[in-house]
């Protein structure tokens, strides 16, 4: 009877094993976002750079 829960218990260490090798699609996401957060943003900072530069001539 205790053989069965053991062999259970390894079928589930297995399979979250098998679950990270369907995720590189989600991290190619991830990575996508990323890059479009750093786009948008390094934008906005060039914006506001220049709003400031124009409002106080130097």
């Known amino acids: 009877m205790g053989d069965p829960i053991k062999q259970d218990e ?3 260490k ?7 090798v369907g995720n590189p699609e989600q991290q190619s996401m991830d990575n996508i ?13 060039r914006l506001l750079a220049l709003v400031v530069q124009r ?4």
């Open 55 to 58: 409002r106080n001539p130097a």
């Open 14 to 20: 297995g399979k979250p094993k098998v679950k990270p």
């Open 10 to 12: 390894g079928k589930t």
């Open 33 to 45: 976002r990323a890059v479009l957060l750093f786009a948008f943003f390094s934008a906005a900072v």
